[in-house]
């Protein structure tokens, strides 16, 4: 009877822990892993190799699980028949309860444990995988077990990405629903996904509205003329309003009259101007601006016709302010929002007047 206990209790434990593992390293994250290291865990290394080349700790758990549950199942019944002389019933039993333990014991409580506290179990659970790889791999069984799994899976989805923007979206609600996101930073950061869908010309100032100054006309001029003036860059045009050369800050406007250059043509204080497609994504827009220094840029078409005029203003007030709702909304209805989402800020500003309802 101790034989037999033994051989069970051995058995039980070699595949409760082969499902620990196995649980523990399909549950670990790529994200984990890479804070992992951040923080300088000793075992964040090896953790990475391990779920980079998955194989091979997945080869060395099922081969000792296997052998567990073969090897433990010969022991128990050839211990069982010896104990009972032979007595089906007896080693019916046996049988019945080795197999209600390894259902539960060996499989259902160990893989639960390991999902739910697999960052825990994370070092230690690297040191043992390393350990029960080693043996396969130097006696070269490892080598034959992985190319049996490449003849029959292929490359098995090596070096595809873990994770997709339709993850991150449903990982947002999810989080969004749990407390962990208020609702405006979970807007944000699905906004953020779906931000290369919004071109220049979605949110720009469009050109019939354009607010600019003709650079012969004298600062004092321009002034006069605009003493309640809301914008802080004007642009300035050249002969015609859309030959746009450049613009001024309002700043240098007032620090020219207060020095008494009121006098000098606006061409004194203008600056140079970005010039961007229309068809620009954004995040690709803000690099520029953000490289350049500048806060806004003017928007032209193919054939080099002014569009209108974009700033940074424009394009983090559209990361903020614009409501998409999941991944299923299409290019057109992002754009007809951003494009909203705009005229809202231009009545605010005065750019364009409020609609006045009818009597």
Same mark, same amino acid.
């Given at each position: 009877m101790t034989?037999l206990?033994?051989y069970?209790?051995?058995s039980i434990?070699?595949s409760?822990l082969c499902?620990?593992?196995e649980?523990?390293?399909l549950?670990?994250t790529?994200?984990f892993?890479n804070?992992?290291k951040s923080?300088?865990k000793s075992?964040?290394?090896d953790?990475e190799?391990?779920?980079?080349?998955?194989d091979?700790p997945?080869?060395?758990?099922?081969?000792?699980?296997?052998? =567990?549950?073969?090897v433990?199942? #010969? !022991? /128990?019944g050839? &211990?069982?028949?010896k104990v009972?002389n032979?007595?089906?019933y007896?080693?019916?039993i046996v049988s =019945?309860?080795m197999t209600?333990l #390894? !259902? /539960?014991?060996? &499989?259902?409580?160990p893989?639960?444990?390991g999902?739910?506290y697999?960052?825990?179990?994370?070092n230690?659970?690297t040191?043992?995988?390393?350990?029960?790889i080693?043996?396969?791999?130097?006696?070269?069984i490892?080598?034959?077990l992985q190319?049996a799994?490449?003849?029959i899976?292929?490359?098995?989805?090596h070096g595809?990405?873990v994770l997709s923007?339709e993850?991150f979206?449903?990982?947002?609600d999810?989080?969004?629903e749990?407390?962990v996101f208020?609702?405006?930073?979970?807007?944000v950061i699905k906004?953020?996904?779906?931000?290369?869908?919004?071109?220049?010309k979605d949110?720009?100032t469009?050109?019939?509205?354009?607010k600019s100054?003709?650079?012969?006309?004298?600062?004092?001029e321009?002034?006069d003329?605009?003493?309640?003036?809301?914008?802080?860059r004007?642009?300035?045009f050249?002969?015609k309003?859309?030959n746009i050369?450049?613009?001024f800050l309002?700043?240098?406007m007032?620090?020219?009259?207060i020095?008494?250059n009121?006098?000098?043509?606006?061409t004194?204080?203008k600056?140079d101007?970005?010039v961007t497609?229309?068809?620009?994504?954004?995040?690709?827009l803000?690099?520029?601006l953000i490289?350049?220094?500048?806060?806004?840029?003017?928007?032209v078409?193919e054939?080099g016709?002014v569009?209108?005029l974009?700033?940074q203003?424009?394009?983090?007030?559209?990361?903020?302010?614009?409501?998409?709702m999941?991944?299923?909304?299409?290019?057109?209805?992002l754009?007809?929002?951003a494009?909203k989402n705009?005229e809202v800020r231009?009545k605010l500003?005065g750019?364009?007047?409020e609609e006045?309802?009818?009597?």
């Amino acid at each position: 009877m101790t034989l037999l206990l033994i051989y069970g209790t051995v058995s039980i434990f070699f595949s409760f822990l082969c499902s620990i593992l196995e649980a523990v390293l399909l549950s670990v994250t790529p994200t984990f892993v890479n804070v992992a290291k951040s923080e300088g865990k000793s075992f964040a290394e090896d953790l990475e190799t391990l779920k980079k080349d998955v194989d091979k700790p997945l080869i060395a758990i099922l081969t000792l699980n296997t052998l =567990a549950h073969t090897v433990g199942a #010969i !022991l /128990v019944g050839a &211990e069982a028949k010896k104990v009972f002389n032979d007595d089906g019933y007896g080693v019916f039993i046996v049988s =019945a309860v080795m197999t209600i333990l #390894i !259902l /539960v014991a060996s &499989e259902i409580v160990p893989k639960t444990i390991g999902a739910t506290y697999w960052k825990q179990l994370a070092n230690f659970t690297t040191k043992a995988l390393n350990m029960m790889i080693f043996p396969l791999k130097w006696t070269g069984i490892l080598w034959i077990l992985q190319l049996a799994t490449k003849l029959i899976g292929g490359k098995g989805g090596h070096g595809e990405s873990v994770l997709s923007r339709e993850d991150f979206s449903a990982m947002t609600d999810i989080a969004h629903e749990e407390g962990v996101f208020k609702e405006s930073e979970s807007k944000v950061i699905k906004n953020l996904l779906n931000f290369k869908e919004i071109l220049a010309k979605d949110i720009m100032t469009p050109r019939t509205v354009l607010k600019s100054a003709n650079e012969k006309q004298t600062i004092q001029e321009f002034y006069d003329a605009h003493t309640n003036l809301r914008f802080s860059r004007v642009p300035v045009f050249s002969e015609k309003s859309d030959n746009i050369t450049g613009y001024f800050l309002k700043d240098n406007m007032l620090e020219a009259i207060i020095k008494g250059n009121g006098n000098e043509p606006l061409t004194s204080i203008k600056r140079d101007i970005i010039v961007t497609n229309r068809d620009l994504s954004i995040p690709s827009l803000f690099e520029k601006l953000i490289e350049q220094r500048e806060h806004i840029a003017l928007v032209v078409d193919e054939y080099g016709s002014v569009s209108g005029l974009v700033s940074q203003e424009d394009v983090i007030e559209t990361l903020l302010g614009l409501e998409i709702m999941d991944e299923s909304d299409n290019v057109a209805d992002l754009q007809s929002m951003a494009r909203k989402n705009w005229e809202v800020r231009a009545k605010l500003m005065g750019i364009i007047e409020e609609e006045t309802p009818e009597e």
